[in-house]
């Protein structure tokens, strides 16, 4: 039985994690705050203290973490000290750009790097459904599949590394897009004086229906923006994407709107709400009550 590491115990890491343990796999976990390690390891996970300790003890490591800077840091750690043959699978949302970087860096220690950002959400995450993106050598991700079986439902190989940062990418342009679009739509029929969930619900039976109508335009009707995937997160990724599209010259005139959507939200001090919170720039209402 391989043992399996991961970095980065948040609202999709924890989840992750727990879905891990319940396949019977050997799990040593690490996370800046102690109190996510400390339930796992009620549930039957080893501490580490460090993502050195993680690297010496692990043939593959998870790591999901907030942003491009803290994956960097992290993975480095994870390079400098792990095993010839360890693969090291960043779930983290990234820049490409990193993500072959830190590829081309393990490569000469016989150290796997893939990018394998994945969709879903915290529902996702706990309900093993996730959607992965796998970018980097395709014989390491051979191996490691029946490991993410158990953390997905969808999951492809999409190229070389940095292919599937670009995939998320192109994911959060659409979510974020019509995040947007359900927004307008639903504040629209509500200032027009129609019932917004009665609204919502006939549209699920037409060419409108979406995953974002069904559940975040529930949570636009209900103004309930406790985060699944918070909205200064989708802004981060919304500005790697914008990034990657100035690179290839390739037009993201809608992406570009909606960031600067996110931008006013998380400016007003919404960021950590859930990304659907978007709603609240096209209402203008910022009431958080």
């Not at 999901?64 to 960043?90: C, F, G, K, Y």
């Not at 990018?115 to 490691?144: C, H, K, N, W, Y």
């Not at 559940?215 to 989708?234: C, D, K, Q, S, Y």
């Not at 599209?245 to 919404?270: C, D, I």
Request: with cysteine.
């Amino acid at each position: 039985m391989q043992t399996i590491g991961l970095i980065g115990l948040g609202l999709m890491g924890k989840p992750m994690a727990q879905n891990l343990l319940r396949a019977h796999y050997s799990l040593v976990v690490h996370n800046r705050r102690r109190a996510a390690v400390d339930e796992l390891v009620a549930q039957g996970a080893r501490a580490a203290g460090s993502p050195r300790e993680v690297a010496e003890q692990c043939d593959v490591i998870f790591t999901m973490l907030p942003n491009p800077e803290t994956v960097a840091e992290v993975v480095n750690e994870i390079l400098a000290h792990a095993r010839a043959d360890t693969i090291v699978i960043d779930c983290s949302t990234s820049h490409p750009r990193l993500a072959r970087e830190l590829a081309a860096r393990g490569a000469p220690r016989g150290i796997f790097v893939l990018d394998a950002p994945v969709s879903g959400g915290q529902v996702g995450a706990q309900e093993a459904t996730l959607s992965i993106m796998v970018g980097g050598d395709a014989d390491a991700f051979s191996r490691v599949l029946p490991i993410l079986r158990h953390l997905g439902k969808n999951i492809a190989h999409v190229g070389g590394a940095g292919a599937g940062q670009i995939v998320k990418a192109a994911n959060q342009i659409i979510v974020g897009v019509t995040i947007a679009a359900v927004a307008e739509a639903l504040n629209f029929v509500e200032k027009a004086g129609v019932d917004a969930e009665r609204a919502r619900t006939v549209m699920l039976g037409g060419f409108a229906t979406s995953r974002v109508l069904e559940l975040h335009g529930r949570r636009m009707v209900e103004r309930n923006f406790a985060p699944g995937g918070r909205a200064e997160t989708h802004l981060k990724d919304l500005t790697i994407a914008l990034d990657v599209a100035r690179m290839h010259r390739a037009p993201l005139p809608l992406t570009q709107r909606v960031a600067e959507m996110y931008q006013e939200l998380v400016a007003r001090g919404f960021g950590g709400e859930d990304h659907s919170a978007l709603w609240r720039v096209l209402a203008d209402e910022w009431d958080a009550g």
